[in-house]
């Protein structure tokens, strides 16, 4: 039936750029996770950066420090600056292993990257093709609708208004299906069992019957 056809077509129409939508939200919300991988990145690199310069900083006070010892004129002052250097030293070497663990995490961290990009990138082509898909429905069914509404039209041209209004009613509270076959006196429409007397009010063609459960119009399946 035309109507059922297109009111299908609508709610199809409604759902896929919903659809769509959804599938560029999980797209963005897998662009994020790349975004914080890079960040992280980012900041291991400001890392290493920082304790590279806390490091030349140490290398130099250590050379100031080495320097100072020429100078000193007491074993008590050579001393003192002895274990201030051997201070300095075990500072440089606590900073050398914070910059060889943060190049391990860099690396790893790289590695994660690489693997992300490669993964989005397919990730990318799916959402991509899904979307192209997606739109090309929907303009088969914009297509769809267009030749149903003319037909439709034509189909409705010669029926009566009040028949054509009461149709219509029927057409909206029923999601597209007004008509209702009875087969095995059962209304195909809700399948509650229909009476002798309404299939003899039927087959009088006098009026439209309606079924008393779910009131869309009833027709006789074999004199459809």
């Known amino acids: 039936m035309v109507d059922k056809e297109l009111y299908a077509l609508r709610d199809e129409k409604e759902e896929l750029p919903k659809k769509l939508e959804a599938k560029e939200?999980?797209?963005?919300?897998?662009?994020e996770s790349l975004l914080k991988i890079e960040e992280k990145y980012k900041d291991l690199l400001k890392q290493k950066k920082d304790k590279?310069?806390?490091l030349a900083t140490k290398e130099e006070s250590i050379k100031k420090l080495q320097a100072q010892?020429?100078?000193?004129?007491?074993?008590?002052?050579?001393t003192a600056m002895l274990v201030e250097i051997e201070g300095a030293k075990a500072d440089k070497s606590a900073l050398e292993?914070?910059?060889?663990?943060?190049?391990?995490?860099?690396?790893?961290?790289?590695?994660?990257?690489?693997?992300?990009?490669?993964?989005?990138?397919r990730e990318e082509s799916v959402f991509k093709e899904e979307k192209k898909?997606?739109?090309?429905?929907?303009?088969?069914?914009?297509?769809?609708?267009a030749q149903l509404e003319a037909q439709r039209k034509i189909f409705s041209a010669g029926i009566d208004a009040k028949i054509l209004a009461q149709y219509e009613?029927?057409?909206?509270?029923?999601?597209?299906?007004?008509l209702a076959a009875v087969v095995n006196?059962?209304?195909q429409g809700c399948f509650m069992n229909v009476t002798h007397q309404i299939i003899n009010?039927?087959?009088?063609?006098?009026?439209?019957?309606?079924?008393?459960?779910?009131?869309?119009i009833l027709y006789l399946e074999d004199e459809s």
């Open 201 to 216: 009010e039927i087959k009088m063609y006098e009026r439209l019957v309606t079924c008393g459960v779910c009131q869309r």
């Open 185 to 187: 006196y059962s209304c």
């Open 97 to 121: 292993d914070e910059i060889l663990a943060i190049l391990e995490n860099v690396d790893k961290v790289k590695e994660e990257e690489a693997k992300e990009k490669e993964k989005l990138s």
């Open 169 to 178: 009613r029927i057409l909206k509270n029923r999601q597209g299906m007004a």
């Open 25 to 31: 939200r999980e797209f963005e919300e897998k662009k």
């Open 69 to 78: 010892l020429y100078t000193l004129k007491t074993n008590k002052e050579y």
């Open 52 to 54: 590279e310069l806390q």
């Open 133 to 145: 898909k997606i739109e090309e429905r929907i303009k088969e069914i914009e297509q769809r609708i």
